[in-house]
């Protein structure tokens, strides 16, 4: 049985924290119609200026909250929450590209409801998933990267066995895991660190299951943990 586990260390920064894992297996990620998911893209694109309302960038709600969770735990400098990234795009007048299916729904559901989404291969992870603090010395090779760039220790990282799956908690995600069209099982995950926005989480998890199965096929199976449900089987 492969799980996925947030460990104390990190309920203890974040007692009131909810994580969001979507779980779809007999998948078929490979893409039939590119324009279907920009089209996707483009309309979630214009939701998330909601999202903007003020012009200078950290002073958004969805985005300052994660500005301050980023300062209680050892980040790399200019580490910023994914969702931060995907917003600034749109604030600029950039489109967000197409990539493949499973990384443009879980893109859209994070404009739409502004809370960061990321997504890994189930069939790359070596033992059990972990949203854990960072010893430090943990390998890690960015997305589209060749070099180790380790995280520090005390970082709030995703990791298995073999070593860590994204930085800084949702910033960066490693090149091993990364979801391609070849993807059949996918572990994807999602964060809300506000009480106010918990339930945006729920609408967010619902929402991003059922574009999943729509499009991709396959069964999915939905999970919400906190700190009195911190562990869940990814594969029984």
């Known amino acids: 049985m492969t799980r996925f586990v947030v460990e104390d260390d990190v309920w203890a920064i974040f007692p009131h924290a909810k994580i969001g894992v979507v779980v779809a297996q ?7 119609n590119a324009s ?7 309309e979630a694109e214009k939701e998330a200026r909601k999202f903007l ?24 400098k200019g580490a910023r929450c994914s969702v931060e990234a995907l917003l600034k795009r749109v604030k600029n007048g950039h489109h967000i590209p197409t990539i493949n299916p499973l990384v443009d729904i879980y ?21 059990d998933i972990r949203l854990a603090l960072a010893d430090g010395n943990e390998p890690f090779i960015p997305l589209g990267g060749e070099e180790n760039d380790p995280p520090y220790e005390g970082e709030i990282v995703y990791k298995d066995d073999m070593g860590v799956i994204c930085r800084c908690w949702n910033w960066r995600e490693a090149q091993r895991t990364m979801l391609t069209e ?19 989480l729920h609408q ?7 574009l999943i199965q729509r499009h991709l096929g396959g069964t999915v ?16």
């Open 26 to 32: 007999g998948i078929d990620n490979s893409i039939k």
């Open 182 to 200: 070849q993807t059949k099982r996918a572990f994807l995950c999602m964060e809300s660190i506000d009480d106010t926005r918990h339930e945006a």
């Open 36 to 42: 279907v998911y920009e089209q996707m893209l483009r």
């Open 204 to 210: 967010a998890l619902e929402e991003l299951a059922c």
């Open 107 to 127: 893109n859209c559901i994070s404009l739409r409801y502004g809370l960061p989404c990321g997504g890994e291969d189930i069939d790359t992870f070596v033992g």
């Open 53 to 76: 309302e003020f012009e200078e960038l950290s002073r958004n709600p969805v985005i300052s909250v994660w500005r301050e969770a980023f300062r209680r735990f050892r980040t790399k």
């Open 221 to 236: 199976k939905k999970h919400l943990l906190d700190a009195r449900h911190s562990e869940i089987p990814i594969i029984d």
